[in-house]
């Protein structure tokens, strides 16, 4: 019996198109800090380069310490007072990326459905984005940061997508067991990569990721209305 939803949020709770978010992303960043001297390319291969250390990250340190770590290695220990100048970044410039999104009426309902069902919803995104550009991502897919009994950022988790140990991390954190747990997501690599800890996956399939050419049969898959199908279906 299905106890605990896990949703991803980017491409699953929040359509989208992960290359034009990216680019939209990356330049108004760009514009931010380009006053503290930093060139746009130059800027945009260090948060890859951060990105990278954050899904390496053995679980030692938060994924915030682990991307602050690799920038501070690469713009020196300077780097670190520039860090107010990017919190700032995320709680209004980013707010422009959103135009670049878009908003799934039947997220919302999914989720307010589960929720008078009982069920418990986690967001699984992958916490490479600090917890104020998360909040704001949730409300741009409709939704409230209430809604979850955890949302991941990159200050409350020490793993990433797709280690295996991220889903661990969060069925530690509330005391759950994985069976009776489902992940939901978009990312035929980074979503069912929850399987290896133990949970059922489903692939939303609207804005599907499937780098790695992954035979996606073997795990339920389809839209929203084809997801409340198969949750109905594991309570009956």
Known sequence: MLHTIFF????????????????????????????????????????????????????????EEAFWRCFASIYGEQALSHKPVFDAYYA????????????????????????????????????????????????????????????????????????????QDILDALNLPAQGCLMVGNDATEDTAAAKAGLDVFLLTDCLINTRHEDISRYPHGGFDELMIYIHRQMA
Request: aromatic share 10%; proline share 7%.
């Open 8 to 63: 991803d949020l980017d491409g699953t709770l929040l359509p989208m198109d992960e290359k034009v978010f990216t680019a939209s992303y990356f330049k108004t960043l760009a514009a931010k800090a380009a006053p503290l001297g930093y060139e746009p390319k130059a800027l945009a291969d260090a948060i890859w380069q951060g990105t990278a250390a954050m899904v390496k990250n053995d679980g030692d340190r938060t994924n």
């Open 92 to 167: 209004n410039e980013f707010q422009q990326v959103r135009q670049d999104c878009g908003q799934n009426p039947k997220a919302v309902q999914a989720v307010k459905a589960l929720q008078e069902m009982g069920l418990r919803l986690v967001l699984a995104t992958n916490p490479i984005f600090p917890a104020v550009a998360t909040e704001s991502r949730i409300r741009w897919a409709g939704l409230e940061p209430s809604d979850f009994v955890l949302y991941t950022c990159y200050e409350n988790a020490r793993h990433a997508k797709p280690n295996p140990a991220y889903y």
